[in-house]
């Protein structure tokens, strides 16, 4: 016996094809938020954690900041402390500088020479004075050259000849030599640092040369 099938099946089947079509959609979509939300809980833990890891660095940073700070304001003490120390020790060193200078020039100088100023600008020393002759301020600077452990690098600024009173009131006149010198000192050594021979120990020594009138 031969079946046939009167009812409308290509409509039963698209609708079949539509519902499972539907289903499918469906099933995507929820697949789909599913995904999304579990990424995006994911991203916000991922965003917590990552903010917990700048909050701690941004204190780390602040720390790190204030002992920079800390020792920034210490160097800046040790420097000035340095400072003060290197104050004292220069002070130690140069406070015997005019005993020395004064010793040497009383050894070196001539006679026939008679200072009238000296003036010490660092380490640069100007020395005035008048002289009977030229060879006396040639010798000056000979011995301050050759002899003297303190005096260096003499140089003649200048010389004149000048014509003064014998005496007060008196009509005649002695030709002299009005002169300047410039020398520079010696470093003295630091302390506890042994110190050149012609250092005075108790004052100066030898010959005292005789000063011109």
Same mark, same amino acid.
């Given at each position: ?17 539509? &519902?499972?079509?539907?289903? *499918?959609?469906? %099933? ?5 938020? !599913?995904?999304? $939300?579990?990424?995006? @809980? /994911? ?63 009383? &050894?070196?100088?001539?006679? *026939?020479?008679? %200072? ?5 600008? !660092?380490?640069? $020393?100007?020395?005035? @004075? /008048? ?83």
């Amino acid at each position: 016996m031969i079946l046939i099938n009167l009812l409308p099946h290509r409509e039963e089947k698209r609708r079949q094809r539509k &519902r499972a079509f539907f289903s *499918g959609l469906g %099933l995507a979509a929820v697949l789909g938020l !599913g995904i999304g $939300v579990i990424w995006y @809980g /994911v991203v916000l833990q991922m965003t917590t954690a990552q903010e917990e890891r700048n909050s701690f660095l941004t204190g780390e940073i602040k720390r790190l900041e204030g002992q920079i700070k800390d020792i920034a304001n210490l160097r800046a003490e040790i420097d000035s402390l340095k400072a003060r120390q290197k104050a004292v020790e220069d002070l130690q060193t140069n406070r015997n500088v005019p005993v020395y200078l004064l010793d040497e020039l009383v &050894r070196y100088t001539p006679e *026939g020479i008679y %200072l009238t100023s000296i003036k010490q600008n !660092g380490d640069l $020393v100007t020395i005035s @004075g /008048v002289a009977q002759t030229n060879e006396r301020v040639s010798e000056l600077l000979r011995n301050a050259q050759h002899q003297s452990q303190w005096l260096r690098q003499p140089d003649l600024v200048e010389i004149k000849a000048v014509n003064v009173p014998v005496t007060a009131g008196s009509r005649e006149q002695r030709r002299l030599f009005d002169f300047s010198v410039r020398v520079s000192l010696k470093q003295p050594p630091p302390p506890g640092a042994d110190k050149p021979a012609s250092a005075p120990a108790s004052g100066p020594s030898g010959p005292v040369p005789r000063k011109a009138t």
